[in-house]
């Protein structure tokens, strides 16, 4: 079972910055594929960013292109997503997935493991 973790949320002005972290238990020889998706209150999840294994393709949302850059550090499990110009619509529950595949993917429904979700919270 892996085990997925975020950090890093919190409450920030519209125009300041948060950078989320995304850690998985599972061995660095594991090949998954990484994202973020997001969920406000009485809206479907909707994805935001994922990278692949290898860390050589990512995508972002069209809602958070320019803004927001996810990164990922094999020798410590881990994912970044840097979200800078946060605006009020970014308030929302982030979650962090793998994917036990190598290539980047946008649907939730491909992700076999999940965090517990991190809240982000974007004042005006």
């Known amino acids: 079972q892996v085990q997925v973790v975020e950090s890093g949320g919190g409450l920030v002005q519209a125009g300041g910055s948060l950078r989320l972290s995304c850690t998985t238990s599972?061995?660095?020889?594991?090949?998954?594929?990484m994202g973020w998706f997001r969920q406000a209150p009485g809206k479907e999840r909707e994805f935001v960013a994922t990278?692949?294994?290898?860390?050589?393709?990512?995508y972002v949302a069209e809602s958070v292109k320019g803004r927001f850059t996810i990164s990922r550090l094999h020798a410590e499990n881990t994912i970044y997503l840097k979200m800078n110009n946060l605006k009020p619509e970014d308030t929302a529950l982030y979650y962090c997935g793998a994917k036990p595949t190598t290539n980047a993917g946008i649907w939730f429904m491909t992700y076999d493991y999940w965090g517990q979700g991190i809240q982000v919270t974007v004042s005006s």
């Open positions: 599972e061995h660095t020889e594991s090949m998954f594929a």
């Open positions: 990278i692949s294994w290898g860390g050589d393709s990512s």
